[in-house]
């Protein structure tokens, strides 16, 4: 065969996210049907478990394809490519296809422990300056090391799930804190990173050794209640202003389609400790885009990051904290440096001193209930072609003060 | 039959943790064998597999048993005291009674989420005045809301795990940062409650409702590297400080062993919000002891917390957080208002200006390597027995500068 064939026997339109060089990973059901593994090709879905005979890939989660390592995952790859592509395994692979439109897609994996980074120096100076105006916008560490800390895994939840407006605590002018639901609801579009090989503890992963442990990026929502997180969060960081739900997307774009995408980061100053130093390119080139209700408020770019993946690997496990399959990190805030790249509300709109309109003429400062919150992300793959990362959305729904939940008790 | 029986005809020597009255649940293996579901019972494990024909009790963590929910706990409970009291049952049960010197103990929960909170006013007060010179101690919030944020549920280990020295960034007195093995590693002494019913998204746990979700107590230890600790904790909280290592005790104690150890929380004032005023006591009378290398160092008494379980699980889920089984929720130091009531060494030591003293004439400000860390917990229990945890134990070992871990690469 000469060269590597471009394109799919499946039909891809213009535009689509998910191109033959793509291939992201995922979890479907068809109604009345268990959740298993596919993958994304065009508008279609490819139920993985009977073209490969593999027992993983007819699992509710991602996460035993995720601990078979990189030789697996590239050989899955590599096949797939090849059915995909060679019009001669049509017959057998075609009955395998289904319309994306007819089924439900579910979390990708099962988390383990999430973590999320600070990682945006632009976000970080925003947050600085609304929040402590006249002094250094990053504090001293800032540069030394990617800020991290560990959120709810368990809140985890797939695109499309709607999001209950949380009740808190508020600071109030005078007296005492008041509770009732959050006024400052808000969003945080960032890029989280998938963890399939775990590792012992006591074991550093160095930043060359990235690719061996990551599997693949999915887009995220680290939707947040800024009056609560303002409340809590001394001395010991965000708790309950963030823990009540996080949103990813559902595809899990593999880092194999994404090697036409590694940029270099903004150059470090100061140059890192040697454990943070990368040998070559570690950015991504992901341009996202924020929608609010049909409104594209924002369109940050995730090249634009000081710290990157692998340097976050790095430090996460440079104390020898041990990862897990189905460990998931993120960026935290992709802002770039102009207003029209801020990646959250906080900074769209100044600390609330400053709406943002919509097209359909309202305003906002933080979240509507009945909202509509979308992040799409594109990234330059192979061939030329434009990979995508499916969209990301969930709706706010109003405070439900008896708090007793669904279903109602 | 008259009254309920108070004694064992399984032989428990005096002073035994594990009286009758106790029946904590853990997971142990026998050589070549997998790990499965016990109680112990005075020197005893009972293998509860072949004595209830529950599978439940054949896996290698207790979260099946721990998610079937108050009434089975209940009923195991009350089974588990007739065949243990009544020795007509002894012919059936005792072929399933192994010697607890003869078996491993293994970490009894698959840990789903893990959050620490920081609820010993005395703790806190301390390392206010410590880090926060001239200011107020505690912090706004301090008093309105039990601080919390969430750890690492992965590195979340069982006693006699034990722990290599992390390293990580330090702060130093001029320029940047440098790196190497923490010298400033400590313990937090801390009690853990175990979660074993679930809730959805959107559902608040009420005070009230404490019992229908937790089953147990254990004790943990929550590792810290107060020099990694200090200068990453600006602006999102502790994260590579405490990741690299937190141990809990093998044997889960039951809630229904706690309830003659159930006292009232220290008067709150301000009266907190309504949905953190307790009915009832919600507070535990634990004695807690420190030992390193054989010396007791503190004697910090759980009863003096400022904020109790059930008011942490409640704030925990009032945002409309989910559980699951498995998650894990700590108190925090445990410090009582005296100097020998101190649950950490930073508190013992003052910030390492007052080394404590050894019985063997050596000091510590902080841990040295090769020092074994040994916490103990009581509380009363029916009968006028004495309820125990067992011990929590662990052994520092020298920092691996290479950090590739065992087994080796």
Known sequence: MLGVATRSWVPVPEGSDFPLQNLPFGV??????????????????????????????????????LAAGRDRWDEVRRALTSFLSDPSHAIDVEPHLIPRSAVTLHLPLEVADYVDFYASEHHATNVGRMFRPGGEPLTPNWKH????????????????????????QRRSAEGPPTFGPTQRLDIEAEVGFVVGVGTAMGTRVPVEDFPEHVFGVVLLNDWSARDVQQ???????????????????????????????????????????????????????????????????????????????????????????????????????????????????????????EPIRLADGSSRTFLADGDTVTIRGTAPGADGVRIGFGELRGTVLPASPAGRGTPAR
Chains 1, 2 share one sequence.
């Open 28 to 65: 479907f059901s068809r109604p009345g049907a268990e959740p298993r593994c596919g993958v994304a090709i065009g508008d279609f879905v490819l139920d993985l478990a009977p073209v490969f005979g593999d027992p993983a890939f007819g699992e509710p989660s991602l996460n035993r394809f």
């Open 145 to 168: 090391l990617p800020i991290g800390y560990h959120g709810r895994a368990g809140t985890v939840v797939v695109s499309d799930t709607d999001i209950v407006r949380p009740c808190g």
């Open 231 to 353: 409340w809590e969060a001394q001395p010991l960081g965000p708790f309950l202003g963030k823990s009540f739900a996080t949103s990813i997307s559902p595809w899990v774009v593999p880092l194999a389609a994404l090697e036409h995408a590694l940029v270099d980061a903004p150059a470090p100053d100061p140059e890192p400790l040697p454990y943070l130093r990368t040998p070559g390119p570690s950015g991504l080139d992901i341009a996202l885009e924020i929608e609010i209700d049909g409104t594209v408020v924002s369109r940050p770019s995730f090249a634009d990051m000081y710290w990157t993946a692998p340097q976050q690997l790095a430090h996460l496990t440079v104390n020898g904290a041990s990862l897990r399959t189905g460990d998931l990190f993120a960026s935290g805030t992709v802002s770039g440096p102009e207003r029209e790249q801020r990646g959250c509300l906080l900074e769209l709109s100044w600390n609330g001193t």
